[in-house]
């Protein structure tokens, strides 16, 4: 290579926490003025783009090798996309909603037609919005209940701060009301002359809840709600009857709703239930009930916390008036909810499958949707309607793509709408999946899910891509991804670890992954790994480790942990420099999460117990795997400076002549560049990367 490997300034930082002194040497490339940069990416310091640029350089060419690689990744990345794609329509009322893609575009477009067929509407073309932009992704929208108003917002930056304007469906023009800097989408009244949103403060935390009359200027909106507390979150929605605006808020293991009549828009809110550690819940409604979702009564002490459904009186809704009729049931937890007039639906997992229930509010009798897969995905799709008697949902496994039913509760007809194309071909039967469960080091068994082609051999040989999260509750669904046929494809065997921190074994399964607990998710990983080695799915050091955000934070610790598994290493926007950032209450993500990580300002035994694990506080002199780093510029959840100190500091300790690389994308945020051509060269890159040094570079 011509150009060497960049080498970041040292700048001593010390602090003192809890007696504990610590230097940080790397801090400056953290932006005094990062608020600033996250509204105006100009305006970050010349040193810190100096020196983000210089890698970007040196990854550059370090990749150039892989240029033809990574356009033939792409062509056929594309190629399995139907280019003129388009949802299901969804009805509601005398229209049908649905979005959909025209050949070559970007992005997409949100249209209707009438109900029963007819001349098709664009209300929004996010290409025409796109226009003139170097970063453009197209958020929620909503349309008023009298369908002549449609809500919709933007983000031109990548930071998530969202423009949120209301189109006029009639003339298809936009109207004078706008708001800026909110949390994305708007939430309508009853008759359409008020819009509810959520707007972020400086510090990008969504803390005030607003309502707009229409046809009024923004700066005289109404706070309806001001959430004072730092460390919760606020959202706004509504119950699937549309008889109530529900303000949701919340943080990792507390959450409060209060709830508006849609029909009295100018009403107080009323709270539900006052806030109470670690109990959360979540509100539907029908014909007069709250149907509530919540931990409540396992929180404390009992033997699970895998969630029940409770019923309370619209006028009283407190705890003290909470009846179960969804009693919760050890290893059953139930993800989500919706009530229709007739009959609630909900979304559970059993021994790591999900399925969909119908509970029928008349006779109290149930009814299941599940699947014979041994790993699959299943996802519930609300439409507009209450009054229905058909639900919707989504299934996939990872040898079959995506397809969309329409499931009739009264008759139990399930119709087949959407099947997922795939224009290049795909013949499920050429692929294998399974699960296996890994044995973790105290006993607990790890779900791994497993695909390959069937020609591969299972002899120790294969390289693998394993992937990992482990935080937040999320579960990793075992679905269908048309970007990893290009690994299976070449020989990889692709495994997804279904560890600790998420809930994919009930919510103990995430209460084992966090907090004091953390370890128990990078252990996890760690096993899943000698366990596909021992079974011969792979060998040692030919595994590529792959995870984002959270899951990034995994990489950098199974780095430090056991390097000597992995061939590569891959973090995608990683969250690497977790005390630090638990120590900055400035941050946007900070005081909500300390209820995740704990809080190292307030604790001096969270403080020591994530200064154990952190991957930037724990890199040491000794041999790393490959090493890949991808970051955002304007990321508010992951900021950029973490992956650039991450490979800093790697780069002054590690020994070994393995390639370290960091990008930063300049012009986007957490989730990368929008457009979904542009989200494919990403890919297309990170795959780049693994196939290189697997020597799978064809």
Not at 110 to 121: I, K, M, S
Not at 521 to 544: P, R, S
Not at 591 to 614: F, H, M, R, V
Request: glycine content about 8%; aromatic content about 10%; proline content about 5%.
């Amino acid at each position: 290579m011509s150009i060497k490997a960049p080498i970041a300034a040292k700048k001593s930082a010390i602090s003192n926490h809890h007696g504990i002194e610590r230097d940080d040497p790397y801090s400056w490339l953290r932006a005094d003025n990062w608020q600033e940069v996250m509204r105006e990416p100009d305006k970050l310091p010349q040193d810190i783009r100096d020196y983000l640029e210089a890698e970007n350089a040196y990854t550059t060419e370090a990749m150039g090798d892989t240029a033809k690689l990574q356009d033939k990744l792409f062509e056929e990345m594309k190629g399995r996309i139907k280019e003129d794609d388009s949802s299901v329509p969804t009805p509601d009322g005398p229209y049908a909603y649905a979005s959909k893609y025209v050949t070559g575009a970007q992005h997409p477009m949100l249209v209707r037609t009438p109900r029963d067929g007819g001349n098709e509407a664009i209300l929004i073309d996010g290409n025409k919005e796109a226009e003139g932009k170097v970063f453009f992704r197209l958020a929620g929208a909503s349309h008023s209940h009298d369908h002549k108003f449609l809500a919709w917002a933007y983000d031109d930056k990548g930071s998530e701060f969202f423009t949120l304007g209301v189109r006029d469906l009639e003339t298809g023009k936009d109207l004078a009301d706008t708001m800026t800097e909110t949390g994305g989408g708007g939430v309508w009244s009853a008759d359409g002359k008020y819009l509810f949103y959520v707007r972020v403060d400086e510090n990008h935390r969504p803390s005030k809840l607003f309502r707009h009359e229409m046809g009024t200027d923004s700066k005289d909106d109404v706070l309806v709600y001001e959430e004072m507390d730092a460390g919760f979150f606020m959202g706004v929605g509504t119950t699937q009857s549309d008889k109530f605006i529900v303000i949701d808020i919340h943080d990792h293991e507390t959450s409060e709703c209060w709830l508006i009549p849609s029909d009295k828009p100018t009403a107080k809110p009323v709270i539900v239930a006052p806030r109470e550690t670690s109990v959360e819940y979540s509100v539907e409604e029908a014909n007069g009930q709250l149907f509530i979702l919540t931990n409540a009564d396992n929180a404390k002490g009992s033997k699970t916390e895998d969630f029940k459904i409770v019923t309370a009186p619209v006028e009283n809704p407190g705890r003290e008036n909470w009846r179960d009729v969804i009693p919760h049931h050890a290893g059953n937890l139930i993800i989500a909810h919706t009530c229709y007039r007739k009959f609630m639906v909900r979304l559970e997992r059993v021994e790591g499958l999900p399925r969909i229930v119908i509970y029928d509010y008349g006779d109290k009798s149930e009814s299941e949707i599940s699947f014979d897969e041994e790993a699959y995905s299943l996802g519930l799709m609300d439409g507009y309607e209450f009054d229905t008697d058909s639900i919707r949902f989504s299934y996939s496994s990872m040898t079959t793509p995506s397809q969309v039913y329409d499931y009739n509760v009264k008759t139990s007809e399930r119709v087949l709408r959407k099947e997922q194309e795939i224009p290049s071909g795909h013949d499920a039967s050429d692929y294998i999946t399974r699960r296996i469960m890994a044995p973790a080091d105290d006993g607990e068994l790890v779900p791994v899910s497993l695909m390959y082609h069937k020609d591969t051999p299972i002899d120790g040989t294969a390289p693998l891509w394993l992937y990992g999260y482990g935080s937040y509750g999320i579960a990793m669904p075992s679905g269908f991804s048309t970007g990893r046929l290009s690994l299976v494809d070449r020989g990889f065997v692709y495994a997804i670890a279904h560890i600790r921190g998420g809930k994919e074994k009930g919510f103990a399964w995430y209460a084992k992954g966090r907090r004091e607990f953390k370890k128990n998710t990078f252990e996890d990983f760690v096993a899943a790994a000698e366990f596909l080695i021992k079974e011969n799915y792979t060998a040692k050091g030919n595994i590529i480790a792959n995870g984002g955000s959270a899951g990034g934070m995994l990489m950098g610790a199974v780095a430090n942990m056991a390097p000597e598994l992995f061939n590569a290493i891959i973090g995608e926007v990683p969250f690497v420099d977790v005390l630090t950032t638990m120590l900055d209450d400035t941050l946007p993500l900070t005081p909500p999460e300390w209820p995740e990580w704990g809080n190292p300002i307030a604790s001096e035994a969270d403080y020591k117990y994530i200064a154990s694990y952190s991957p930037i506080d724990n890199v040491t002199t000794k041999n790393y795997p490959h090493i890949l780093a991808v970051g955002g510029l304007t990321d508010p959840r992951v900021t950029y400076w973490e992956p650039a100190k991450w490979v800093a500091t790697l780069r002054e300790k590690k020994i070994d002549n393995n390639l370290l690389l960091l990008k930063t994308i300049m012009d986007a945020g957490h989730a990368g560049m929008p457009g979904r051509f542009e989200q494919l060269k990403e890919t297309a890159f990170v795959f780049a990367f693994g196939l290189k040094v697997a020597g799978k570079d064809v």
